[in-house]
């Protein structure tokens, strides 16, 4: 019981960094963008949820090609990542209005962690955190982003179907032949886990994919646009953590687990709750 509740304890201090992210580039973004809509019409919806998916897929097939080599699967996910922490710098240089000089010497100090998290065999917590500070930014940031890109039923929607993909994914996709490919499950230690650690954070005991902080950040964005209140956004990100707890405890049995499926229900049912709730609490006490 005392071993579960440190494990628990540990996955929740260490997502206090990434929400600590996501509180700060959201409240820059409340102040420059405006709140996107609710929703568009059936048609833009099904054409955004197209491309959302053929991106998903076009990604997948690049990941399923470059199983068949290892150094093909590093190649793949560095260059993934350099993308997104490139773009990732670039957009929170334009957010805070950073100079060029401040805003390459960051870049350099993020790239340059990125290139350590390949060479560095240290596999300690402290090293874990700081191999993991691209992808908190990355995942972060593009998550905020894409909530204030769409309309609000347009992402909810995307992310419900990712999450089922994810499970698919996971059990029998392209991310279970990753998975066996690699000859460790990911919440253990070993050397899959050094092929995967620059594109995944370490929780305290579970690694989280980048894929699965965008979707914890736009729903904690989504959240705040809904009810602009940042303590119904911090139960949103209390369901997230929960979620990922039930997640760990699945992994532990299964070997390992889809990040998704659990923290974005959990997200869900406490924001349906929320709005439906909120406003018989108003009229209530009004």
Same mark, same amino acid.
């Given at each position: &019981?005392?071993? %579960?509740?440190?494990?628990?304890?540990?996955? +929740?201090?260490?997502?206090?960094?990434?929400? +600590?992210? *996501?509180?700060?580039?959201?409240?820059?973004?409340?102040?420059?963008?405006?709140? !996107?809509?609710?929703?568009?019409?059936?048609?833009?919806?099904?054409?955004?949820?197209?491309?959302? &998916? /053929?991106?998903?897929?076009?990604?997948?097939?690049?990941?399923?090609?470059?199983?068949?080599? %290892?150094?093909?699967?590093? @190649?793949?996910?560095?260059?993934?990542?350099?993308?997104? +922490?490139?773009?990732?710098?670039?957009?929170?240089?334009?957010?805070?209005?950073?100079? %060029?000089?401040?805003?390459?010497?960051?870049?350099?100090? *993020?790239?340059?962690?990125?290139?350590?998290?390949?060479?560095?065999?240290?596999?300690?917590?402290?090293? %874990?955190?700081?191999?993991?500070?691209?992808?908190?930014?990355?995942?972060?940031?593009?998550?905020? #982003?894409?909530?204030?890109?769409?309309?609000?039923?347009?992402?909810?929607?995307?992310?419900?179907?990712?999450? $089922?993909?994810?499970?698919?994914?996971?059990?029998?996709?392209?991310?279970?032949?990753?998975?066996?490919?690699?000859?460790? !499950?990911?919440?253990?230690?070993?050397?899959?886990?050094?092929?995967?650690?620059?594109?995944?954070?370490?929780?305290?005991?579970?690694?989280?994919?980048?894929?699965?902080?965008? @979707?914890?950040?736009?729903?904690?964005?989504?959240?705040? #646009?809904?009810?602009?209140?940042?303590?119904?956004?911090?139960?949103?990100?209390?369901?997230?953590? &929960?979620? /990922?707890? +039930?997640?760990?405890?699945?992994?532990?049995?299964?070997?390992?687990?889809?990040?998704?499926?659990?923290?974005?229900?959990?997200? $869900?049912?406490?924001?349906?709750?929320?709005?439906?709730?909120?406003?018989?609490?108003?009229?209530?006490?009004?």
């Amino acid at each position: &019981m005392l071993t %579960r509740l440190r494990s628990y304890l540990l996955i +929740t201090g260490s997502m206090i960094p990434f929400f +600590t992210i *996501v509180y700060l580039l959201l409240l820059r973004v409340e102040a420059i963008f405006e709140a !996107p809509p609710m929703t568009t019409t059936p048609t833009d919806m099904m054409i955004d949820l197209l491309i959302f &998916m /053929m991106i998903v897929g076009a990604a997948s097939i690049m990941l399923l090609v470059s199983l068949r080599r %290892r150094y093909a699967l590093v @190649v793949f996910l560095y260059s993934l990542m350099m993308m997104l +922490t490139l773009t990732t710098i670039s957009g929170i240089a334009q957010l805070y209005d950073l100079d %060029r000089v401040s805003a390459m010497i960051i870049g350099c100090l *993020v790239v340059g962690i990125l290139i350590l998290s390949i060479i560095v065999k240290k596999d300690d917590l402290i090293a %874990r955190f700081i191999l993991g500070i691209p992808v908190l930014l990355s995942g972060a940031y593009a998550g905020v #982003i894409l909530a204030y890109s769409m309309p609000i039923m347009t992402l909810m929607a995307f992310i419900i179907v990712i999450s $089922l993909y994810d499970v698919f994914s996971v059990y029998k996709g392209v991310l279970n032949r990753m998975l066996k490919f690699i000859g460790r !499950p990911v919440h253990r230690e070993g050397q899959g886990i050094n092929v995967l650690r620059v594109a995944m954070y370490y929780a305290g005991v579970v690694y989280v994919g980048i894929g699965d902080l965008i @979707v914890y950040s736009s729903l904690l964005a989504i959240s705040q #646009i809904l009810f602009r209140n940042w303590i119904l956004t911090m139960l949103v990100a209390l369901a997230e953590i &929960m979620g /990922m707890c +039930t997640t760990y405890e699945i992994a532990l049995r299964k070997g390992y687990a889809p990040g998704l499926i659990v923290p974005v229900l959990f997200s $869900l049912l406490v924001m349906g709750v929320i709005y439906f709730i909120a406003p018989l609490l108003g009229t209530l006490f009004s």
